[in-house]
Nanobody, 123 residues
Framework: QVQLVESGGGSVQSGGSLRLSCVASGHSYSHYQMGWFRQGPGKEREGVAT???????AYLDSVKGRFTASRDNAQNTVTLQMNSLKPEDTALYYC?????????????????WGQGTQVTVSS
């Protein structure tokens, strides 16, 4: 049974930083794609960042240069460092895991999802 548990959400002012973490339990996921998605109030869920087993990353255009995804395969963790946060980054952020090598930001069919952690950015 795969479980993803996110942590690190909270409330910050515009320009602030937060670091989200996600731990995956079950077995080793070193060959899985790992990613972060978010759903803002009244919006569709969107892909924010993905990181492949070889550490190649991809980002939503609006977060490029501000967010950085990383992974630690030994700890089964993926993190999202978020800097220069803006009110439009306010959302419920989800960690996701998928074994398909082609799973990407535009794919909402990732196999495993966490419960989400809330990020609120005030102006």
């Amino acid at each position: 049974q795969v479980q993803l548990v996110e942590s690190g959400g909270g409330s910050v002012q515009s320009g602030g930083s937060l670091r989200l973490s996600c731990v995956a339990s079950g077995h080793s996921y070193s060959h899985y794609q790992m990613g972060w998605f978010r759903q803002g109030p009244g919006k569709e869920r969107e892909g924010v960042a993905t990181i492949k087993p070889g550490n190649r990353t991809a980002y939503l255009d609006s977060v490029k240069g501000r967010f950085t995804a990383s992974r630690d395969n030994a700890q089964n963790t993926v993190t999202l460092q978020m800097n220069s946060l803006k009110p439009e980054d306010t959302a419920l952020y989800y960690c996701a895991l998928d074994p398909r090598w082609w799973a990407d930001l535009l794919d909402d069919e990732w196999q495993y999802w966490g419960q989400g952690t809330q990020v609120t950015v005030s102006s």
